[in-house]
């Protein structure tokens, strides 16, 4: 039998889903998390032998989550990160990393006559706020972000000028859709560890669809380096922010065999095609920051 030894390993209950009603007299918050713990340290016994002697159980970790939840509520995906992280590696001699996962589902108050109602909600059609935190006992890392933020320019995008081959049957086209459905990370500069975490994710947010639509697109590549370039300029307390975009293509239909044109400038019907799909990934960083969003960050 060949020999073998144990490489990297790490545990903990995923999935948590959290959910945190705060009361404030009639009025209730909400906040909608799905939480994953991942535990990593002096763990080759466990894989070895079997000894449970360093093993924190999964089940704790999920307990962890939920007392937590109540013991010091949900300030925001990272506050609340950056305590489980720190409690793991803090409390738990064996444990020497901590990596916290947390998915965010926005709910959005019911409107009513008289504003808002006070304890009615409706799942908001918006994006997954996501956060990551990395815990070792001496730093603590955060990376925040976002998936599935849809959207689309139905104007103002070109794609011409490439490279034509013997395979390439694609026309050049100076007026189409562009649509992505914008997966991102991002990283705050070590002066900004909280709290202001949601003012932070609010306005980058902001930053990146108001430069979705006011580039004037000569491919998704050049859309996706103007987000990242304007949400640099315009947020100081971030060095570097990565990217997955998939192309979701829209093609306008051939409508000649009903005797029907269809050109762009007169309002064109397209066909909405799900596959496959140009994927466009970039990290944009401030001049002189350091690369440490792992690229594979955005393909969860
Ligand atoms: O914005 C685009 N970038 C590409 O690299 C590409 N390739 C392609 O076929 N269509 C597009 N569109």
Redesign the pocket.
């Known amino acids: 039998m060949p020999n073998t030894i144990l490489g990297q390993n790490q545990y903990g209950k995923a999935e948590n889903r959290v959910v945190k009603i705060t009361r404030d007299g009639a009025t209730h918050h909400i906040k909608d998390l799905n939480v994953s713990v991942a535990l990593s340290g002096d763990l080759d016994e466990v894989h070895y032998s079997g000894s449970n002697a360093n093993v924190l159980p999964t089940d704790t970790t999920k307990n962890t989550v939920f007392a937590f939840a109540k013991e010091q509520g949900i300030e925001s995906a990272e506050q609340f990160g950056i305590a489980l992280a720190r409690h793991f590696v803090d409390t738990t001699e064996p444990i020497r990393t901590a990596r916290i996962r947390v998915e965010e589902y926005a709910w959005e108050r019911i409107a009513g006559s008289g504003g808002g109602r006070p304890h009615s909600f409706v799942r908001g059609g918006r994006e997954t706020r996501t956060a990551q935190i990395t815990y070792d006992g001496q730093s603590v890392q955060v990376l925040s972000g976002l998936k599935g933020l849809t959207v689309l320019n139905s104007t103002d995008s070109e794609?011409w000028g490439?490279i034509k081959d013997k395979y390439t049957t694609?026309k050049e086209d100076h007026d189409r859709i562009l649509a992505t459905e914008v997966t991102a990370v991002w990283r705050h500069n070590s002066a900004h560890q909280g709290p202001g975490w949601d003012a932070s994710y609010e306005a980058t947010r902001e930053q990146m669809l108001g430069a979705f639509a006011e580039t004037y697109s000569l491919?998704?590549?050049q859309t996706l380096y103007q987000m990242g370039s304007q949400v640099l300029q315009n947020r100081p307390e971030l060095e570097e922010i990565r990217f997955s975009m998939p192309?979701k293509h829209h093609f306008r239909v051939d409508l000649e065999p009903f005797g029907l044109g269809n050109e762009a400038a007169d309002g064109a019907v397209y066909f909405a095609a799900d596959r496959p799909y140009?994927l466009?990934e970039a990290t944009v960083l401030r001049d002189g920051a350091e690369s440490l969003i792992p690229a594979d960050m955005t393909n969860l």
């Open positions: 794609f490439y694609l491919s998704l590549q192309n140009g466009i």
